[in-house]
C-alpha cells in the first residue's frame, strides 16, 4: 500500500497547481515590460511623439492636430497621468531632459531679445515659450513683429523649434509710457509693478504645465545673455537665481563703449528699509534706487567685480529683479506668486522673494555673471 507521502506527490490537484504557478512564472519573465516616461521634465526624445492631440493639453506641450476623416467626430479629450515625484531640477538639466518654460511679458518687441533666445544653446526642443501682451496699439504692433518671428523660426531648421509657444493678450492696457525715463519714474512705480505683477501671474498660471521643471523669466528688453545661460544658472542648484544686469553704453567720459548697472531690484536687506517699512502705511511700498527713498540696502549691482570677476560666486537675496530670473517649477507649485499689492511693503518680483522665503526658498543672485538691457 503506497505511503501518504507518495499519495500527496501524485494527487492531480497538487499538480494542477504546479502547472499553473510554472505558466504565470513564465508570462512573468517573457511579456514586454511598460516603459515609464523619463524622470525629468520631458515626456519623450522624439518631440512627435510628445505632442499634445487634444487643444484641452497643456500648454508645455506642443500640440499636433488629430488626423480625422471629414464627418468624423475628433478623439474625446485625453486622460494622461503626470508624476510629478518624477520631475526633477537639477545641475545637468540637459542630462536629465528636463523641460524650461521661457516667461516674458512684452509691451514692445525687441530683434535682438528673438536673436539672443534662438542663439541659446539648451536643446530647444526642451524649451517652451509664453508671452503676454497688453491690448492696444502697441500691444498689436508687438504682436504683429513677434508672430513674424515664431512663423520664420517653427518653419525654419529643426534644431531652432522651440516644443511649443503660447501667446496671451491682456484685457487691460498699458499703464504708461513704454519710454524708460517714463517706465522708472517713482511717482510710476506703483501703479506700474502691479500692473506688471498682474501680467506675471496670469502669465505663469496659465503655461505652467505638468511637464516643467525650470520657468526662466526673461524680460523683452533683454538683448545679450550668454548663450549657455539655462545650464549655467541651473548649474547652482538654488530655487531662485538672477543674474547682474547691466546696461552697455558709450561713456562721453572715456570716449568708449562701457557698460553700467541697470536693475537695482536685487538686495540685502537692511535695518534702515526694516525701519522704514515699519514706519509705513499698509498699502505703501519700498522702492529701490530712489534718492528720495535711502534704504541703504546692499545693492547686487555694485557688488561687481570688473577687476577679476569670479562668475560662480554666489550671494544670498532678499529681494530679486526680474529682467533675468530662473525659478524652480516647484517654487511657484508651492504658490510663490507675484504681488500686485503691497505684501511687507514690497510688490512684484522684490514681493515675490518675500513670499518664496515665508515658504521655505531662499533667493541667490550672481554678482559677476552679466545679462544686458536694451540701451534706448
Known sequence: MPSARSLRRT???????????????????????EEEAPIGGAQSVHPEDAAAANPLSPPSLPFKKAKTKEGEAPPAPPVVHYHLNNLTTSVDPIARRETIL?????????????DNLLELTYPHDLISLGFIIPKGREGNAATAALQAQITKTQSGP???????ITILRQDTELQSSQAESERHKMANQKARRAAMAKARNSLVFT???????????????????????????ASHDKPIIVPN???????KDKNAQDVRPYDYNSWIDS???????????????????YAEMATYRSLMTYMYDDVNPEMGKEVELDGVGGTVLLVKAEVHRDGAMFP???????????????????????????????????NE
Not at 529643426?158 to 511649443?164: E, P
Not at 505652467?208 to 545661460?229: A, F, K, Q, R
Not at 544686469?245 to 561713456?251: D, G, I, T
Not at 535695518?271 to 534706487?289: C, R, W
Open 340 to 374: 500686485p499689492f503691497a505684501f511687507y511693503h514690497l510688490v512684484e518680483t522684490e514681493g515675490f522673494a518675500k513670499m518664496a522665503s515665508r515658504l521655505g526658498w531662499k533667493s541667490w543672485g550672481l554678482p559677476n555673471y552679466l545679462v544686458f538691457h536694451y
Open 271 to 289: 535695518p534702515t528699509a526694516q525701519s522704514l517699512a515699519a514706519s509705513m502705511g499698509k498699502d505703501d511700498i519700498l522702492l529701490e534706487g
Open 102 to 114: 521661457i516667461l516674458t511679458p512684452l509691451a514692445r518687441f525687441y530683434q535682438e531679445y528673438w
Open 245 to 251: 544686469c547691466f546696461q552697455r553704453y558709450f561713456n
Open 11 to 33: 494527487n492531480p490537484i497538487t499538480i494542477l497547481l504546479a502547472g499553473i504557478l510554472v505558466v504565470g512564472f513564465l508570462y512573468f519573465l517573457l511579456s514586454p515590460i
Open 207 to 233: 503655461t505652467l504645465g505638468p511637464t516643467t521643471s525650470w520657468v526662466l523669466w526673461m524680460d523683452s528688453d533683454i538683448i545679450e545673455t550668454p548663450s549657455s545661460l539655462i545650464q549655467d544658472l
Open 158 to 164: 529643426t534644431r531652432k523649434r522651440f516644443a511649443s
